[in-house]
């Protein structure tokens, strides 16, 4: 089994029937709910739900982990849970700092009437070889089924504008995971927030910067099938209303990117014939 490298993947993505049969795909969706955090898996009718997109930290909530606060919302009258019953109810050994992202992600996805939220960490049991395979197979239908993505950038102030040199928005690490392409290009709606959620932007707003941040072909020594696949990128990105001038990222930065991060999530997956 051949894992994707990062052009296979843009050119995988360009093409809508290749994108249309791809997300089609039958799965298993658990959803976390943005009151009471517990988790509840869905096998058809899924409902509306947003979606987070971040970089791994240290004590990441896992699906173990969110099991472990189920019965706190019988406790709270029905309100949405705070980072603060989280800390009252777990004992200190159990408490994990993860746990404020999961707080501040569902907070942000409730005051846009979400009920739901898609969070790998806590959404995916990886405990189970065949689930965690099957959710990195179905990666990308997640963010293109998503009615919003949320792009959390832990080591990002938003005091200063992206825009500004003195910002450190290009040198996220977010941008320098392999995985983090789809999640870039498959949602319909983006928007990025800072370490302290405070919004920064939308796919679209920041279009130029973003281009920058992953930087490509400005015209040097670029082979003609590789040209191709940029190509069909473009397409896609102008499709999605998103980033037209991502265009301007050079390959060799591409190819230099974290793939070992991108082949472990894609091992598993195979191009389509």
Known sequence: MTPFTKDQQIFFFSFPSIRIQYNSLNTLTRLLNTKTL????FFTEIPRYAILSHTWEDEEVT???IQSVAALADTCSG???TFDDIRAFLPPAQLKKGYTKVVQACVRARSYAFDW???DSCCINKES????SEAINSMYQYYANAVVCY??????SGKLHPKDLASDFKKSRWFTRGWTLQELLAPEFISFFDKDWTKIGTRWSLRDIISVAYAVPNGPKIKSDTLVIFQCFSTLL???HALPTLLSVTCDKWICRDLSETTELFQSV????
Do not use: G, H, K, N
Not at 38 to 41: A, I, P, T
Not at 270 to 273: D, P, V
């Open 117 to 119: 939220i898609w969070i």
């Open 270 to 273: 195979e191009l389509l014939a």
């Open 129 to 132: 070889s065949a689930e965690l």
């Open 79 to 81: 309100r949405q849970l």
């Open 38 to 41: 517990r988790v509840q898996e």
């Open 151 to 156: 792009v959390y950038l832990f080591d990002v």
């Open 238 to 240: 102008q499709d999605f």
């Open 63 to 65: 699906f173990q982990d």
